[in-house]
């Protein structure tokens, strides 16, 4: 049994201050004052069950939205709509206590049956985060109103991981547009959505649990990093969520108006192989693309010394987590020997990348390594949405590529064939599925063998984790410093 309680009043300002890597104030806010958050990513639509898009949980997820259960800044699992939750004996059933006192804005009771409805509606979505989750469960039942158990298909250490991100979310059963009228339990509701500006999120002054200090925040869409600093610097925005131009950190450096908040996130920066090439498909030439790159120096280089580098597909926030980093220490003599002993000469690779703001500066970082051991790499940058999508992602049209994937846990993707990589490894799936349906007690240790196993083999070039660097205003406080989640929690942000 895994229990605990909601923090509240007192007890839940202190938990913002331990969380926050420091105070960070826009001076004198009350309880009715506003903030105005900057972020990169617009989302498509507020339905978070038809699309995968990371912009709209950011926004709606823990805000808007709660979930059973969510994910805490340290990587471990929380109560929120659920007080208490444990595994059944039989291995497959998770059995969750709701807390008597969560409404809907509505008011309408966060009960049994509105989780089951919630349940039901989210099968029904396409989002395929959504779907892996649907897909696992066999059956939901009411127990008694302030109870709810859900039998899964079969063991899953990794099912309740993904139920608290948005597979998890539980709607108000009045809602009939999510993608207009999203309506949750969350301490905020959609106020408006000015498209290509701001999403504005208003205070439900009857939320069921400590209320937040804010009345109002403006998720205020900046996709320019250079645009995104100036708007910090001028007090356009109280907030730069994300930090996309490292290199500007120098113009925060002054105490008295702001404050750098520096950790971790999700968000692996991968460079991504195509396994269905020949040449990628001996592990001679992967093995020299992993020497040929100092990985290091690329960080240096391309994103200003922030962020930490990895060796497989996992995060320091992930309970399996290892250093990894030594397997291929940065060694162009090596790399050489073993593209001579594959018989490789004169090796030319597409390296086609979405563009970002870290992807083209990497990406030319890589060729020069990799230049200077034989390999020719042509680097061409695409429109996100309308080339990499269908021609990288989804038709294989490349040799390589560089992408953040922020998905939480998503080492799980090698072990999918179809999925972009075309990575074929039956060991390596064998030990994800163990890991999944095996005993917890299992769990890590066998998730750290997929781990260095993925490493080995060198399935990919893992360069380094996408840091959580933050700035905000002197005095804010309540910032996480690790980005665990899709989700930018404004609840727990407030103001001195």
Not at 237 to 252: C, H, K, N, R, W
Request: hydrophobic share 40%.
């Amino acid at each position: 049994m895994v229990s605990a309680k909601r923090l509240i009043g007192a007890t839940a300002v202190l938990l913002t201050w331990t969380l926050s890597l420091t105070a960070c104030s826009v001076g004198g806010h009350d309880s009715d004052s506003d903030l105005v958050v900057g972020v990169t990513l617009e989302p498509p639509t507020l339905d978070l069950t038809m699309s995968d898009a990371a912009g709209i949980p950011q926004v709606l997820l823990y805000n808007v939205y709660e979930t059973l259960v969510r994910m805490g800044d340290d990587g471990e699992i929380e109560p929120l709509l659920a007080t208490s939750y444990e595994l059944l004996d039989d291995g497959l059933t998770y059995q969750f206590d709701l807390d008597p006192e969560a409404r809907f804005t509505s008011g309408t009771v966060v009960d049994a049956a509105a989780v089951k409805a919630s349940i039901d509606l989210m099968s029904q979505g396409t989002s395929k985060l959504v779907t892996a989750a649907m897909e696992q469960i066999e059956s939901v039942s009411v127990v008694d109103a302030d109870t709810v158990a859900i039998r899964l298909k079969q063991p899953s250490n990794f099912w309740l991981y993904s139920m608290t991100s948005t597979p998890g979310v539980i709607f108000d059963p009045a809602i009939n547009d999510l993608a207009n009228t999203p309506m949750g339990s969350g301490p905020y509701t959609v106020e408006s959505w000015t498209k290509g500006d701001r999403i504005t999120l208003m205070r439900n002054d009857s939320y069921w649990a400590a209320q937040p200090q804010f009345k109002q925040v403006s998720f205020r869409y900046i996709p320019d990093p250079n645009a995104m600093v100036s708007a910090m610097l001028s007090g356009g925005i109280d907030v730069m969520a994300e930090m996309t131009s490292p290199d500007a950190l120098g113009q925060f450096d002054d105490a008295n108006r702001f404050t750098i908040s520096s950790g971790t996130t999700n968000g692996e920066i991968v460079m991504g192989f195509n396994h269905d090439r020949p040449a990628l498909q001996d592990l001679r030439v992967r093995q020299a693309i992993a020497y040929a790159i100092d990985r290091q120096a690329l960080v240096d280089a391309t994103w200003g010394g922030q962020g930490q580098v990895i060796g497989s597909m996992s995060v320091p926030t992930d309970p399996y987590y290892q250093d990894l980093t030594g397997i291929y220490p940065y060694d162009p003599a090596k790399a050489r020997t073993l593209l001579a002993s594959a018989g490789v000469a004169d090796l030319q690779l597409a390296l086609r990348i979405p563009i970002t703001p870290y992807g083209g500066p990497a990406a030319n970082d890589i060729a020069t390594h990799l230049a200077e051991v034989g390999i020719t790499v042509t680097v061409e940058e695409l429109d996100f949405s309308s080339r990499w999508l269908p021609e990288v992602y989804t038709d294989g049209d490349y040799d390589m590529t560089i992408v953040a994937h922020v998905e939480a846990r998503d080492i799980v993707n090698f072990a999918n064939p179809d999925y972009y990589w075309h990575y074929r490894n039956p060991e390596f799936a064998d030990l994800i599925d163990q890991a999944d349906h095996g005993s917890s007690g299992d769990f890590v240790p066998t998730m750290e063998q997929a781990a260095r196993l993925l490493a080995d083999d060198a399935a990919a070039e893992f360069l380094f984790v996408f840091p959580n660097l933050v700035v905000c205003r002197s005095g804010i406080i309540g910032i996480p410093r690790n980005a665990t989640s899709l989700s930018f929690d404004v609840s727990r942000i407030s103001a001195a």
